[in-house]
């Protein structure tokens, strides 16, 4: 397998509007994000995914984007944006900016044409389509509620948008749709950025038939995912888009693949076929869902875990990458889903750290989740601001007729607010995020969670992250081994070796509050130097591998003799 940079980098994923604030407006900006590369630095990272800072209405937190060569006002200037680069540049620390073209803002030059009039010669950038009688075209549901069809007046046509109103779809069937997208990131890469995260980029090829989707039970719409989900063309729009721009600069790409499998994603990430380096697919973090997809809180089982990030690794093993994520701006936070975020946090946080960060792939840290951030949970539907969760919350209560305090309770563990409140830095006044009054409240528990104490303290999860980053730069293993799970049935443990040549490491991790032993009879006789372990206090060596004890939510890695 080929060795690329993009291979051996860690990423740290930075959601502006939450993470820094230096002018007291109470939402993150460029220049906030320039005050803490020192601490990015410290932590040893070699990426920053920047999640959008163009020009943008906001309907959708600047995925909704008017012009994709300026910078949102609140964020700063581009001035700010070159300042940025240069000093991560300097730094050693690489630039990957969101790349949003499934859709657009309404109010984005091209959308105020296409809608003007059925003749402007803008009006194929987007998809429109009469409507059935005094119904819309298909009866497929937005991501963010209700029908992915706005009727316009002027035109007498509807307009495709898959998330919000205020985000029409791109038709990327318009030669010259794609041609712009094209040089719009070419200009962003001779500016020197590193690459683009590339938003939904599996919907931009729709089903030209546009059938009506099934309609499952509790829902008003239909399910229109499998037509505009890698879509008839989308591995001939992503081969040219290769070819026109990201084959000639040394970059990162990494697309959002909602829907995607792994035989997709090895179309989509194998070096021969010229498309992308690696996809985020989203199997494990639709575990526990159910009818109302992430809505339904379902217990999740660890085999189902395992078995959905064993056959990622198992399919892109030799051709294709992985990308290692439990976080991003729209999940919630990972100690709170899968560890246990109150009496073992900082413990089961460094569990779930290690289990990712020693898989075969590259791993991303969303931030706050170095240092344990936990999810929210606000009293009132009032203290949200996420669209998606209104719009559930406002649904499930009028239109069903729901209780509130139930529907509350789903947007406390899954909705995305609980990654989006503030960066806590210190135990001061709104965590240190800003002087002023944040765009969305702090987690009340930064007083106990905050980056100044991780980093003042040895032990914390910060500086376990530190270690793991430190230990995947200098063991090839890490990177390149291959990865075989073990104990498949275990509901309690975590098991795989990573193996390179004659090197071979053992991951033990469990995901329970009670000590656990895993029974490793093919280990029998094989004995293990500790490589990394979150337990506290002294560790030895094991003798013998067949039978290791293992602490409540202890993560141990061996070195096998």
């Not at 906030?32 to 020192?38: A, C, R, S, V």
């Not at 229109?224 to 721009?245: A, S, T």
């Not at 970059?251 to 992308?276: C, F, I, Q």
């Amino acid at each position: 397998m080929a060795k690329q940079w993009w291979k051996e980098s860690v990423v740290y994923q930075i959601y502006p509007r939450s993470f820094n604030d230096s002018n007291g407006d109470g939402i993150g900006d460029i220049p906030g994000i320039i005050e803490k590369l020192d601490y990015l630095k410290e932590l040893g990272i070699d990426v920053i995914w920047l999640s959008p800072v163009y020009d943008s209405p906001n309907d959708d937190n600047g995925y909704d984007i008017r012009d994709y060569q300026a910078i949102m006002d609140e964020f700063g200037t581009m001035e700010d944006f070159d300042t940025l680069l240069e000093e991560a540049h300097n730094r050693g620390i690489k630039i990957v900016m969101d790349l949003v073209v499934n859709h657009t803002s309404d109010e984005h030059a091209w959308f105020v044409e296409s809608k003007s009039s059925k003749d402007n010669p803008k009006r194929d950038y987007y998809i429109w389509k009469e409507g059935k009688g005094d119904q819309p075209p298909t009866n497929w549901e937005s991501a963010f509620s209700g029908s992915t069809w706005k009727y316009d007046e002027t035109t007498g046509e509807y307009f495709l948008h898959i998330f919000s109103k205020k985000q029409p779809d791109l038709n990327w069937e318009n030669e010259d749709v794609r041609k712009d997208v094209y040089d719009m990131m070419k200009w962003w890469l001779d500016k020197g950025i590193d690459g683009f995260r590339m938003d939904v980029i599996n919907f931009i090829s729709k089903d030209p038939r546009f059938p009506d989707g099934e309609v499952h039970p509790g829902k008003q719409y239909g399910d229109g995912g499998k037509y505009f989900m890698n879509g008839p063309r989308i591995h001939e729009f992503l081969h040219e888009m290769n070819q026109e721009v990201l084959s000639k600069y040394d970059v990162m790409t990494v697309g959002e693949m909602p829907g995607a499998t792994p035989d997709e994603g090895k179309l989509y990430t194998a070096d021969d076929r010229e498309e992308l380096n690696m996809v985020f697919h989203f199997e494990h973090m639709d575990i526990g869902g159910g009818e109302l997809g992430k809505w339904t809180l379902n217990p999740w089982k660890l085999t189902e875990l395992k078995s959905i990030l064993s056959k990622w690794q198992y399919a892109l093993e030799e051709k294709g990458w992985n990308s290692l994520y439990w976080n991003n701006h729209d999940q919630p936070r990972v100690v709170s889903r899968f560890g246990n975020d109150a009496e073992y946090r900082k413990k089961s946080a460094k569990m779930l750290a290690t289990c990712l960060h020693m898989m075969k792939g590259t791993p991303y840290i969303y931030q706050g989740e170095e240092i344990g951030m936990t999810n929210v949970a606000f009293d009132r539907i009032e203290d949200y601001e996420d669209l998606e969760s209104l719009n559930m919350y406002e649904e499930r209560v009028n239109d069903f007729g729901e209780d509130p305090g139930s529907v509350l309770e789903r947007i406390h563990h899954r909705g995305r607010d609980n990654a989006r409140t503030p960066f806590q830095w210190n135990a001061g006044k709104n965590g240190g995020f800003t002087d002023g009054t944040p765009w969305l409240a702090v987690n009340p528990n930064y007083t106990e969670i905050n980056a100044e104490e991780a980093v003042n303290d040895p032990d914390s999860v910060f500086h376990f992250y530190k270690k793991l980053i430190e230990l995947r730069k200098s063991n090839e293993v890490v990177v390149y081994g291959r990865y075989d799970l073990l104990l498949e049935d275990s509901e309690a443990i975590y098991a795989y070796t990573r193996t390179l040549d004659s090197d071979q490491l053992l991951v033990l991790c469990n995901f329970t509050g009670e000590k656990q032993t895993a029974q490793l009879e093919d280990f029998a006789g094989k004995s293990g130097s500790v490589f990394l372990t979150n337990r506290e206090g002294d560790v030895v060596d094991a003798e013998d591998l067949k039978e290791v004890e293992l602490e409540p939510y202890e993560a141990i890695v061996f070195t096998v003799k």
